[in-house]
T-cell receptor, first 111, second 113 residues
Framework: KNQVEQSPQSLIILEGKNCTLQ??????????LRWYKQDTGRGPVSLTI?????NTKSNGRYTATLDADTKQSSLHITASQLSDSASYIC??????????FGQGTELSVKP | DAGITQSPRHKVTETGTPVTLRCHQT?????MYWYRQDPGHGLRLIHY???????DKGEVSDGYSVSRSKTEDFLLTLESATSSQTSVYFC????????????FGSGTRLTVV
C-alpha cells in the first residue's frame, strides 16, 4: 500500500534553532515529492517540489533533501522564527498523478 | 490564497440536510480538486475535475457529488449531511503537468450536528 509516514508527529524548538523533519514513503513508482507548510486555519502552501533525480532543493531557510534509493526525505529549517510554527506536510505524487499525503509534523517555535 | 477562494469559510448544518460548498478560481487552471482533512489522516481526495463537466471520484467519494459547469467554479455537494462528514474541506487547483504545484484554498470548516 502506498504510504507516507512523517516523524516526529510534533516538535517544539526555541526561536533561532535549527530542526529537521523526516518523511519516509513507500510510493512506487514515484513522480515527485513535495513539502507543504500549513498555518493554522489556512490551506497548505508549497515549499518545494523535487523529482527523483534531485537530491536537494532550497527555498529560503527551508532545505529539502531526497534519497530516492532509501525512499526518505527531510526538511531542514535553519534559524527558526516564530512564524515557522505550523504543520509541515510531506506529499508524494505517484505516476498516475495521485497525491499521497503524510499526516504532517506539528512544529511549534517558542521565544 | 490568491487566485482561489472557498465559500463559506464556516458552516454548521443539521444531519440530513443538503450542503453545497463552492470553490472559485481566477487562474484558469484545468484541474480542480476537493479534499477533506481530519485529525489522524492526511488530506484525502473526494472528487476532482479535469475540465468543464469532466469529473471523477477520489478515494472517499461516498456521500458526495460535484459539478463543474464553468472553468472557474467547482461545487461540492453533500446530498444528506452526516456527522461523519464533519471536517475541514479544501479545494485545490493546478495547471496541467506532473511537476506543477497545487494551490490550496483556505478551507471550509463544516460541522454537522
Amino acid at each position: 500500500k502506498n504510504q507516507v509516514e512523517q516523524s516526529p508527529q510534533s516538535l517544539i524548538i526555541l526561536e533561532g534553532k535549527n530542526c529537521t523533519l523526516q518523511c519516509n514513503y513507500t510510493v512506487s513508482p514515484f513522480s515527485n515529492l513535495r513539502w507543504y507548510k500549513q498555518d493554522t486555519g489556512r490551506g497548505p502552501v508549497s515549499l518545494t517540489i523535487m523529482t527523483f533525480s534531485e537530491n536537494t532543493k532550497s527555498n529560503g531557510r527551508y532545505t529539502a533533501t531526497l534519497d530516492a534509493d532509501t525512499k526518505q526525505s527531510s526538511l531542514h529549517i535553519t534559524a527558526s522564527q516564530l512564524s515557522d510554527s505550523a504543520s509541515y506536510i510531506c506529499v508524494v505524487k505517484d505516476w498516475g498523478g495521485k497525491l499521497i499525503f503524510g499526516q504532517g509534523t506539528e512544529l511549534s517555535v517558542k521565544p | 490564497d490568491a487566485g482561489i477562494t472557498q465559500s463559506p469559510r464556516h458552516k454548521v448544518t443539521e444531519t440530513g440536510t443538503p450542503v453545497t460548498l463552492r470553490c472559485h478560481q481566477t487562474e484558469n487552471h484545468r484541474y480542480m480538486y476537493w479534499y477533506r482533512q481530519d485529525p489522524g489522516h492526511g488530506l484525502r481526495l473526494i472528487h476532482y475535475s479535469y475540465g468543464v463537466k469532466d469529473t471523477d471520484k477520489g478515494e472517499v467519494s461516498d456521500g458526495y457529488s460535484v459539478s463543474r459547469s464553468k472553468t472557474e467554479d467547482f461545487l461540492l455537494t453533500l446530498e444528506s449531511a452526516t456527522s461523519s462528514q464533519t471536517s475541514v474541506y479544501f479545494c485545490a487547483i493546478t495547471a496541467a503537468g506532473s511537476n506543477y504545484g497545487y494551490t490550496f484554498g483556505s478551507g471550509t470548516r463544516l460541522t454537522v450536528v
